[in-house]
């Protein structure tokens, strides 16, 4: 049973090819408004790049994508973002010497809209002529919220590549958050956390989905947070799809297992 | 008719020479994703390198052919070692690169004119003076032996790139250099070779123009035409390169003999424009999706 | 040393910043690296020259005019090459720089290699200064701003930037029309200030060079692009007869910078007057590294 009845974000028949290389083969899944539906499978199953065919970073070589009902086949990655769509990536792409404060007032670009004639006169008053000084505010407001909202307001004057890993994760996310989103891509935000600190990035998921009324969908090899936070999975195998449903559904699955573990802890578990 | 056919002779001789040079640079792109624009110091270098050795050595040709070669070559290796390699280490972004390679391209060029000087100096005459009648045509001994020298090296690149250890680990890296690390292949050998044989091959380029021309501390600008080349032929394939170079070495001749020898240089840039705006990819290349 | 000496060195200085401006915010904000900015000074100088010689047009706006020129001819450059990999743009640069020399050269009309000469030398100091200084504001404003942070996004990591909503075309093509009509103001100033131009003024070597400025200064400050443009100005002019070897020199230095202190000499940060006030209230102070809130870097903000 679904949260909600709305479709957020719909793979139908998706492939992707690379040469002769199929990373992506006949995937096909709908996410539901206010969900958090996890993305499973061994590595090199196709995840991430399933995420850059969302993202627009791939183009499709089959099948199509829709966001709330319509296509993002013909959209660009910034377009894509603006329509609502950002994403953290595996190997962390923070703006590296930029501080954590930079890395988030840079992302809020998209709530302001003045020109460089603005940006030139900076004049203090309302109406037209002054967006520069009334918009800067509010992105700055926006930035400290963000960042106390991650518990990164004391890091704030940190250069982001100066940043714990655990951290820079979670900068991030909150630098993904400034666009204000609809859907939220995580690629494997737990990794290199210990059991604490995926407790905690738990937490944190469930709270930013509820504040910003978002849905997320997650890529993790950690069964703590698939378990703890998903309401769906959809589990991808050599970039086949191998089974869906509940997490519990998933863990119960011999063909799921057996994928992860191999063929004989499949018969174990059995 | 004859007109023609000369002229063609000529194209290809030029041809051959960007196409030398052409090669060296599109094996650096290919595995290291940047352009090296020190490649036209290294060139330079070469051509000095073959007169001094006719000149203030005394060596027959022959000889300073080879040592040509091994200059140029170990030229190459140098900077890479000292230039690249450092940035390599540091992960630095790739802006970097480009920097530093204009920076050595700048240091050899006035290196060279501070010490040596900026007079032009012509090499010394290795070949009898009269052309080689074929037919109704007078072909020049120089450019025979260009074509000849270019049509060696490329294929004995050839050779290597496809015949051996080292090429296969070549072939391995231009397609993704991680993964043939994983695969136990060591870059930095791979490296090493792609800079080794591009020097050698530009250091003879070098010479080749320097013999037919004259020798001077800006020969390194032509590298200019091999860059365009190489993308005409598509950026990172190496018959891409060769064929790219050719086809504007043959334009570039035949615009200076039937419309106007001040054009030359520039149906360089028109060629340029055309494929960046018809077909970026050049002739032979493969525009590639980045990895997230 | 007499002050009608020193003050054509900052002439210099004057026309050089415009130019190595706007290379910074391509290069230094963008990283977007060009070999060919001689070419739009030598289009902003060859328009200039046209508008006060021929259209009787009054210098400033003849300036205005030239700058307008090149950056009509950068965003022609940039439509086709800034969709594509860094690589191509940089080589359609060498091309493009090379290409309008040759061109200048061989059109009679526009004297060829001889050039134009003859212009009022209307480039003095007190214009010089204005220009910069208002060059340097605008320049500052625009670093300042979302659409400075999302060049630097870019420089820093251009997917990023795309999947952060940022439109990196259109940004890199902003970066290079301004830089362009930097430049091509730059040209006019120094149309009007030799009285001549010629295109072998225009030589790719003067794009390196002031490249090279902008490294030296830092790639990433405005402050030292200014303090750079002084030094590189300066100290030539006070080691003439080392001239063979400043370029030597220079190569060597941005090899050593790149891979010791690719942040060159202002560290990507600029002065600020926050900062001076700071300096000047305890000088020892101001050195001493500061912790995870208040620790300098990036573009620093108010």
């Known amino acids: 049973m679904h949260k909600s009845d709305t479709v957020v974000l719909s793979l139908q028949h998706v492939s992707k090819h690379f040469g002769g290389l199929m990373a992506v083969d006949d995937v096909s899944f709908n996410v539901h408004e206010g969900e958090i539906y996890g993305l499973i499978g061994p590595n090199g199953a196709g995840k991430t790049t399933i995420f850059n065919l969302v993202t627009g970073i791939y183009g499709l070589t089959g099948g199509s994508i829709s966001f709330y009902g319509s296509s993002l086949a013909s959209l660009k990655p910034y377009q894509i973002a603006g329509e609502g769509i950002t994403r953290t990536f595996q190997n962390i792409r923070l703006f590296k010497k930029l501080t954590s404060y930079e890395n988030v007032l840079t992302a809020c670009h998209r709530d302001a809209d003045y020109g460089v004639f603005q940006t030139l006169l900076r004049l203090r008053v309302p109406g037209k002529l002054g967006k520069f000084a009334a918009q800067e505010a509010a992105l700055k407001e926006k930035t400290e919220e963000l960042l106390r909202l991650m518990g990164l307001w004391e890091y704030r004057d940190m250069v982001a590549s100066n940043l714990p890993y655990g951290l820079q994760r979670k900068l991030e996310i909150a630098r993904a958050l400034a666009l204000n989103p609809k859907l939220l891509l995580l690629d494997e935000p737990a990794a290199g956390m210990n059991p604490e600190e995926t407790q905690q990035l738990m937490r944190l998921i469930c709270d930013i989905r509820d504040r910003f009324s978002l849905t997320v969908l997650i890529i993790e090899h950690h069964m703590d947070l698939i378990m703890g936070v998903c309401d769906h999975v959809f589990v991808l195998n050599f970039g086949k799809p191998l089974a869906e449903g509940t997490p519990e559904q998933g863990q119960n699955n011999e063909h799921v297992i057996e994928a992860y573990l191999g063929k004989e802890e499949a018969h174990a578990h059995a | 008719m004859t007109v023609f056919l000369q002229q063609l002779i000529n194209g290809l001789s030029l041809g051959s020479v960007y196409a030398l040079m052409a090669v060296g640079y599109s094996l650096v792109y290919s595995i290291m994703n940047f352009s090296n624009f020190a490649h036209g110091g290294v060139i330079m270098v070469g051509a000095y390198i073959g007169y001094f050795a006719m000149t203030a050595l005394g060596l027959p040709f022959w000889l300073a052919f080879i040592v040509c070669g091994l200059g140029a070559g170990l030229l190459a290796i140098l900077l890479e070692r000292l230039v690249y390699f450092p940035l390599r280490s540091r992960s630095a972004p790739f802006l970097y690169y480009i920097i530093s390679a204009m920076g050595a391209s700048i240091f050899l060029e006035n290196i060279v004119i501070a010490t040596i000087g900026p007079t032009f100096r012509t090499y010394p005459q290795v070949f009898a003076t009269g052309p080689i009648q074929v037919g109704g045509l007078a072909i020049g001994r120089i450019d025979v032996f260009m074509i000849i020298v270019a049509v060696a090296g490329l294929l004995l690149l050839t050779l290597i790139i496809e015949k051996t250890k080292v090429g296969l680990a070549i072939r391995a890296s231009s397609y993704n250099i991680k993964a043939s690390t994983l695969m136990g292949v060591n870059v930095n050998m791979v490296i090493f070779t792609i800079f080794l044989l591009g020097g050698v091959l530009a250091g003879y380029a070098g010479m080749l123009f320097g013999m037919k021309y004259t020798v001077y501390p800006q020969i390194g600008n032509i590298t200019t035409k091999s860059f365009i080349a190489a993308v005409f032929g598509g950026l990172g394939s190496l018959p891409g390169a060769i064929v790219g170079s050719v086809l504007l070495g043959l334009l570039e001749t035949l615009t200076a003999a039937y419309i106007s020898s001040n054009l030359r240089d520039l149906i360089a840039f028109v060629v340029l424009i055309g494929v960046l705006v018809i077909k970026p990819s050049g002739l032979m290349g493969k525009l590639a999706e980045e990895k997230a | ?302």
Not at chain 3, 81 to 93: E, R
Not at chain 3, 269 to 286: A, D, M, V
């Open chain 3, 1 to 302: 040393m007499s002050w009608y000496y020193i003050e054509g060195i900052l002439i210099n200085c004057g026309y050089v910043l415009m130019v190595v401006l706007g290379l910074s915010l391509l290069t230094g904000f963008t990283g977007l690296f060009s070999f060919g900015h001689a070419g739009f000074m030598a289009i902003g100088a060859y328009a200039a020259a046209l508008c006060t010689l021929y259209l009787h047009i009054p210098y400033i706006p003849a300036l205005i005019i030239g700058g307008l020129a090149a950056m009509l001819a950068g965003l022609f450059l940039g439509s086709f090459t800034l969709k594509l990999k860094g690589d191509y743009f940089c080589i359609a640069t060498l091309g493009f720089g090379e290409a309008v020399r040759l061109i200048f050269d061989n059109v009679q009309a526009l004297g060829g290699a001889r050039g134009l000469s003859g212009m009022a030398m209307k480039t003095t100091l007190p214009v010089v200064l204005t220009v910069s200084a208002v060059a340097v504001a605008a320049l500052v404003c625009l670093i300042n701003s979302r659409h400075g942070r999302n060049m630097v996004a870019i420089r820093e990591d251009e997917l990023a930037a795309q999947v952060s909503g940022i439109n990196v075309f259109r940004y890199k093509m902003m970066a290079l029309a301004i830089s362009a009509l930097y430049a091509g103001i730059g040209g006019g100033l120094l149309a009007h200030y030799m009285g001549y131009i010629q295109p072998a003024m225009f030589k790719m070597v003067k794009s390196t060079e002031y490249t090279i400025i902008v490294i030296f200064g830092g790639l990433g400050s405005v402050t030292g692009s200014v303090v750079g443009t002084l030094l590189l100005t300066f100290l030539p002019e006070l080691l003439r007869e080392f001239e063979n070897w400043r370029l030597v020199i220079y190569g060597l230095a941005v090899i050593i910078i790149m891979i010791s202190r690719p942040r060159g000499l202002m560290g990507g940060t600029e002065l600020r007057i926050g900062s001076l006030i700071r300096f000047f209230k305890n000088p020892f102070g101001f050195f001493r590294k500061r912790g995870a809130a208040g620790e300098e870097g990036g573009q620093g903000h108010a």
